[in-house]
Protein backbone atom coordinates (compact mmCIF):
# COMPACT_ATOMS: atom_id res chain seq x y z
CA UNK A 1 0.00 0.00 0.00
CA UNK A 2 3.26 2.43 0.43
CA UNK A 3 3.32 2.09 -3.22
CA UNK A 4 -0.01 4.12 -3.51
CA UNK A 5 -0.78 7.96 -4.75
CA UNK A 6 -2.13 9.98 -2.01
CA UNK A 7 -4.35 13.22 -2.74
CA UNK A 8 -4.65 15.49 -0.30
CA UNK A 9 -7.19 18.41 -0.78
CA UNK A 10 -7.38 21.03 1.51
CA UNK A 11 -4.23 23.06 3.51
CA UNK A 12 -5.74 25.13 5.90
CA UNK A 13 -4.99 25.15 9.67
CA UNK A 14 -5.83 21.88 10.17
CA UNK A 15 -5.22 20.35 6.91
CA UNK A 16 -1.49 21.95 6.51
CA UNK A 17 -0.42 19.82 9.58
CA UNK A 18 -1.85 16.31 8.23
CA UNK A 19 -0.54 16.63 4.98
CA UNK A 20 2.90 17.61 5.89
CA UNK A 21 2.89 14.15 8.25
CA UNK A 22 1.50 12.47 4.75
CA UNK A 23 4.27 14.00 3.09
CA UNK A 24 7.03 13.07 5.23
CA UNK A 25 6.24 9.57 5.74
CA UNK A 26 4.47 8.14 2.79
CA UNK A 27 7.16 6.13 0.40
CA UNK A 28 5.02 7.49 -2.48
CA UNK A 29 4.03 10.47 -4.20
CA UNK A 30 1.37 12.81 -2.35
CA UNK A 31 -0.56 15.29 -4.91
CA UNK A 32 -2.02 18.17 -2.88
CA UNK A 33 -4.26 20.90 -3.81
CA UNK A 34 -5.84 24.38 -2.06
CA UNK A 35 -7.27 27.32 -3.44
CA UNK A 36 -4.47 29.29 -1.33
CA UNK A 37 -1.49 29.16 -3.54
CA UNK A 38 0.88 29.95 -0.20
CA UNK A 39 -0.84 26.78 1.53
CA UNK A 40 0.38 24.55 -1.37
CA UNK A 41 4.03 26.51 -2.02
CA UNK A 42 4.65 25.24 1.76
CA UNK A 43 3.85 21.44 1.00
CA UNK A 44 5.59 21.55 -2.29
CA UNK A 45 8.60 22.76 -0.23
CA UNK A 46 8.61 20.02 1.72
CA UNK A 47 8.10 17.52 -1.10
CA UNK A 48 4.60 17.20 -2.60
CA UNK A 49 3.50 17.44 -5.74
CA UNK A 50 1.17 20.51 -7.04
CA UNK A 51 -2.03 19.59 -8.69
CA UNK A 52 -3.70 21.74 -10.70
CA UNK A 53 -7.33 21.66 -9.94
CA UNK A 54 -9.15 18.83 -7.79
CA UNK A 55 -10.23 16.81 -10.96
CA UNK A 56 -6.32 16.63 -11.72
CA UNK A 57 -5.51 15.01 -8.23
CA UNK A 58 -8.66 12.74 -8.53
CA UNK A 59 -7.14 11.36 -11.46
CA UNK A 60 -4.18 10.73 -9.87
CA UNK A 61 -3.98 9.39 -6.55
CA UNK A 62 -5.75 6.33 -5.55
CA UNK A 63 -6.19 7.45 -1.99
CA UNK A 64 -7.82 10.83 -1.40
CA UNK A 65 -7.78 13.23 1.84
CA UNK A 66 -10.51 15.73 1.78
CA UNK A 67 -9.71 18.50 4.91
CA UNK A 68 -12.80 21.07 4.23
CA UNK A 69 -14.88 23.66 6.36
CA UNK A 70 -17.88 21.76 6.07
CA UNK A 71 -20.42 19.37 4.28
CA UNK A 72 -20.91 21.84 1.44
CA UNK A 73 -17.30 21.93 0.50
CA UNK A 74 -17.00 18.25 0.86
CA UNK A 75 -20.15 17.74 -1.42
CA UNK A 76 -18.98 19.64 -4.26
CA UNK A 77 -15.43 18.34 -3.96
CA UNK A 78 -16.21 14.80 -4.00
CA UNK A 79 -19.05 15.63 -6.96
CA UNK A 80 -15.69 15.88 -9.09
CA UNK A 81 -13.93 13.50 -7.69
CA UNK A 82 -16.41 10.98 -8.53
CA UNK A 83 -16.21 12.08 -12.37
CA UNK A 84 -12.50 11.68 -12.28
CA UNK A 85 -11.42 9.57 -10.30
CA UNK A 86 -11.07 5.62 -11.03
CA UNK A 87 -13.36 2.93 -9.39
CA UNK A 88 -11.62 1.37 -6.64
CA UNK A 89 -10.44 4.78 -5.23
CA UNK A 90 -10.91 5.05 -1.51
CA UNK A 91 -12.00 8.61 -0.42
CA UNK A 92 -11.15 10.00 3.07
CA UNK A 93 -13.12 13.23 4.58
CA UNK A 94 -11.13 14.61 7.31
CA UNK A 95 -13.41 17.15 7.92
CA UNK A 96 -16.56 17.78 10.31
CA UNK A 97 -19.94 17.09 8.29
CA UNK A 98 -23.22 16.38 9.03
CA UNK A 99 -24.34 12.67 8.95
CA UNK A 100 -26.04 12.62 6.11
CA UNK A 101 -23.81 14.84 4.59
CA UNK A 102 -21.29 11.32 5.09
CA UNK A 103 -24.02 8.86 4.12
CA UNK A 104 -25.10 10.39 0.99
CA UNK A 105 -21.64 11.43 -0.21
CA UNK A 106 -20.69 7.35 0.93
CA UNK A 107 -23.92 6.37 -1.60
CA UNK A 108 -23.33 8.58 -4.70
CA UNK A 109 -19.07 6.41 -4.48
CA UNK A 110 -20.93 3.31 -4.30
CA UNK A 111 -22.44 3.77 -7.04
CA UNK A 112 -19.57 4.43 -9.21
CA UNK A 113 -17.13 1.65 -7.57
CA UNK A 114 -15.13 3.77 -5.03
CA UNK A 115 -14.63 3.76 -1.49
CA UNK A 116 -15.69 6.56 1.10
CA UNK A 117 -14.93 6.76 5.21
CA UNK A 118 -15.91 9.83 6.92
CA UNK A 119 -13.12 10.34 9.95
CA UNK A 120 -12.98 13.50 11.25
CA UNK A 121 -10.15 14.74 13.75
CA UNK A 122 -10.05 15.81 17.37
CA UNK A 123 -7.47 17.28 19.31
CA UNK A 124 -5.83 21.31 18.31
CA UNK A 125 -3.71 22.39 15.47
CA UNK A 126 -0.21 21.34 17.04
CA UNK A 127 -1.78 17.61 17.50
CA UNK A 128 -2.05 17.96 13.72
CA UNK A 129 1.31 19.17 12.93
CA UNK A 130 2.64 16.57 15.91
CA UNK A 131 0.83 13.62 14.26
CA UNK A 132 -0.97 13.07 17.15
CA UNK A 133 -4.55 13.71 16.58
CA UNK A 134 -7.72 11.66 17.72
CA UNK A 135 -9.54 10.51 14.50
CA UNK A 136 -13.10 9.00 14.85
CA UNK A 137 -13.71 6.60 11.73
CA UNK A 138 -17.31 5.68 10.24
CA UNK A 139 -16.45 2.93 7.12
CA UNK A 140 -17.32 -0.62 6.69
CA UNK A 141 -14.67 -3.26 8.33
CA UNK A 142 -12.96 -3.97 5.41
CA UNK A 143 -12.24 -0.20 4.41
CA UNK A 144 -11.27 0.75 7.83
CA UNK A 145 -8.67 -2.11 7.89
CA UNK A 146 -7.22 -0.80 4.55
CA UNK A 147 -6.99 2.87 5.17
CA UNK A 148 -5.60 2.32 8.71
CA UNK A 149 -2.37 2.39 8.00
CA UNK A 150 -2.77 5.58 5.88
CA UNK A 151 -4.59 7.26 8.65
CA UNK A 152 -1.69 6.37 11.25
CA UNK A 153 0.59 9.15 9.25
CA UNK A 154 -1.65 11.32 11.07
CA UNK A 155 -3.08 10.58 14.65
CA UNK A 156 -2.57 8.29 17.33
CA UNK A 157 -5.79 7.40 18.99
CA UNK A 158 -8.00 5.71 15.55
CA UNK A 159 -11.01 4.73 16.93
CA UNK A 160 -13.36 2.40 14.41
CA UNK A 161 -16.80 3.58 15.29
CA UNK A 162 -19.29 1.70 13.10
CA UNK A 163 -20.44 2.31 9.65
CA UNK A 164 -20.40 5.40 7.36
CA UNK A 165 -21.99 8.07 9.29
CA UNK A 166 -20.77 7.15 12.79
CA UNK A 167 -17.89 8.84 12.82
CA UNK A 168 -19.34 11.97 12.25
CA UNK A 169 -21.78 11.06 15.08
CA UNK A 170 -18.93 10.81 17.60
CA UNK A 171 -17.02 13.76 16.45
CA UNK A 172 -19.98 16.41 16.57
CA UNK A 173 -21.04 15.02 19.86
CA UNK A 174 -17.18 15.29 21.06
CA UNK A 175 -16.85 18.57 19.69
CA UNK A 176 -20.61 19.82 21.38
CA UNK A 177 -19.45 18.59 24.99
CA UNK A 178 -16.25 20.58 24.23
CA UNK A 179 -18.21 24.22 23.10
CA UNK A 180 -20.31 23.21 26.40
CA UNK A 181 -17.51 22.89 28.27
CA UNK A 182 -15.97 26.07 27.59
CA UNK A 183 -18.82 27.96 28.21
CA UNK A 184 -19.48 26.83 31.18
CA UNK A 185 -15.77 26.96 32.06
CA UNK A 186 -15.85 31.03 30.86
CA UNK A 187 -18.74 31.38 32.89
CA UNK A 188 -17.49 30.19 36.44
CA UNK A 189 -13.97 31.79 35.77
CA UNK A 190 -15.36 35.32 35.34
CA UNK A 191 -17.38 34.63 38.70
CA UNK A 192 -14.41 33.13 40.23
CA UNK A 193 -12.05 36.20 39.07
CA UNK A 194 -14.52 38.85 40.64
CA UNK A 195 -14.88 36.89 43.71
CA UNK A 196 -11.23 37.59 44.34
CA UNK A 197 -10.05 34.25 43.06
CA UNK A 198 -7.65 34.27 40.15
CA UNK A 199 -8.00 31.96 37.04
CA UNK A 200 -4.84 30.24 37.20
CA UNK A 201 -5.66 29.07 40.50
CA UNK A 202 -9.01 28.27 39.92
CA UNK A 203 -7.87 25.40 37.08
CA UNK A 204 -5.13 24.27 39.79
CA UNK A 205 -7.67 23.33 42.44
CA UNK A 206 -10.64 22.63 40.00
CA UNK A 207 -8.30 20.05 38.23
CA UNK A 208 -7.40 18.25 41.73
CA UNK A 209 -10.83 17.72 41.63
CA UNK A 210 -14.07 16.42 39.96
CA UNK A 211 -14.70 19.27 37.63
CA UNK A 212 -11.25 18.35 35.92
CA UNK A 213 -11.82 17.92 32.11
CA UNK A 214 -9.56 18.76 28.65
CA UNK A 215 -11.27 21.62 28.30
CA UNK A 216 -10.22 23.24 31.73
CA UNK A 217 -6.68 21.85 31.13
CA UNK A 218 -6.36 22.76 27.19
CA UNK A 219 -8.62 25.96 26.63
CA UNK A 220 -9.05 27.33 30.06
CA UNK A 221 -5.40 27.48 30.68
CA UNK A 222 -4.08 28.75 26.92
CA UNK A 223 -6.78 30.89 25.85
CA UNK A 224 -9.29 31.80 28.92
CA UNK A 225 -7.05 32.90 31.56
CA UNK A 226 -4.52 34.67 29.13
CA UNK A 227 -7.83 35.85 26.55
CA UNK A 228 -5.55 34.82 24.36
CA UNK A 229 -7.65 33.92 21.36
CA UNK A 230 -5.82 34.65 17.57
CA UNK A 231 -8.10 34.81 14.62
CA UNK A 232 -7.46 31.57 12.23
CA UNK A 233 -7.49 29.65 15.23
CA UNK A 234 -11.18 27.68 15.47
CA UNK A 235 -13.58 30.45 15.30
CA UNK A 236 -17.58 30.74 16.47
CA UNK A 237 -18.70 30.10 12.66
CA UNK A 238 -17.17 26.91 12.68
CA UNK A 239 -19.21 25.99 16.53
CA UNK A 240 -22.43 27.42 15.12
CA UNK A 241 -21.68 24.81 12.38
CA UNK A 242 -20.91 21.93 14.45
CA UNK A 243 -23.73 22.59 16.62
CA UNK A 244 -26.21 22.96 13.88
CA UNK A 245 -25.19 19.46 12.68
CA UNK A 246 -25.02 18.10 16.33
CA UNK A 247 -28.99 20.06 17.18
CA UNK A 248 -30.06 18.59 13.46
CA UNK A 249 -29.06 14.92 14.68
CA UNK A 250 -30.67 15.21 17.88
CA UNK A 251 -33.96 15.96 16.97
CA UNK A 252 -33.78 13.05 14.13
CA UNK A 253 -33.00 11.13 16.95
CA UNK A 254 -36.18 12.28 18.67
CA UNK A 255 -34.07 14.27 21.79
CA UNK A 256 -34.54 17.91 22.71
CA UNK A 257 -30.75 19.23 22.37
CA UNK A 258 -31.41 22.07 25.54
CA UNK A 259 -27.74 22.31 26.30
CA UNK A 260 -26.93 22.63 22.73
CA UNK A 261 -29.64 24.78 21.71
CA UNK A 262 -27.89 27.12 25.08
CA UNK A 263 -24.54 26.89 23.92
CA UNK A 264 -25.13 27.67 19.73
CA UNK A 265 -26.90 31.38 21.37
CA UNK A 266 -23.22 31.77 23.32
CA UNK A 267 -21.38 31.15 20.06
CA UNK A 268 -23.93 32.77 18.08
CA UNK A 269 -23.53 36.00 20.33
CA UNK A 270 -19.88 36.38 19.39
CA UNK A 271 -20.90 36.52 15.84
CA UNK A 272 -23.01 38.92 16.42
CA UNK A 273 -21.44 40.89 18.78
CA UNK A 274 -18.25 41.27 16.22
CA UNK A 275 -15.89 38.58 17.75
CA UNK A 276 -16.71 35.56 16.03
CA UNK A 277 -13.52 35.86 13.84
CA UNK A 278 -11.61 35.14 17.20
CA UNK A 279 -10.70 31.55 18.84
CA UNK A 280 -14.26 30.16 20.18
CA UNK A 281 -12.99 30.87 23.79
CA UNK A 282 -13.26 34.73 23.27
CA UNK A 283 -17.24 34.13 24.33
CA UNK A 284 -15.91 35.03 28.15
CA UNK A 285 -15.51 38.24 26.42
CA UNK A 286 -19.34 38.60 26.58
CA UNK A 287 -19.90 37.26 30.21
CA UNK A 288 -17.54 40.13 31.19
CA UNK A 289 -19.57 42.27 28.73
CA UNK A 290 -16.80 43.64 26.89
CA UNK A 291 -18.28 42.69 23.67
Same mark, same amino acid.
Given at each position: MS???????????????????AVRKH +?? @???? !????? #???? $????? *??? &????????? +?? @???? !????? #???? $????? *??? &????????TVIDLSTTSVADARDVASMFAARSMAFADAPVA????????????????ASQEVFDRIRPFLQYLGSDITHCGEVGC???????????????VAAIAEMM?????AGVTGEKLVEAV???????????????????PRHFPERAFPSDYAIKDLA?????????DVEPRMARLANQYYQSA????????????????????A
Amino acid at each position: MSDLTIGFIGLGAMGAGMCANAVRKH +AA @AVHV !FDLDA #GAMA $VQIAN *GAV &AATDVATLA +AS @AQVI !FLSLP #GGKQ $VRAVC *GVI &ADYAAPGTTVIDLSTTSVADARDVASMFAARSMAFADAPVARARQAAVDGTLSIMVGASQEVFDRIRPFLQYLGSDITHCGEVGCGQVVKLINNTLLFEQVAAIAEMMVVAERAGVTGEKLVEAVGLGSGNSFALQNHAKNALIPRHFPERAFPSDYAIKDLAYTIELAEQMDVEPRMARLANQYYQSAVDRGIGAKYFPAIIELVEGKA
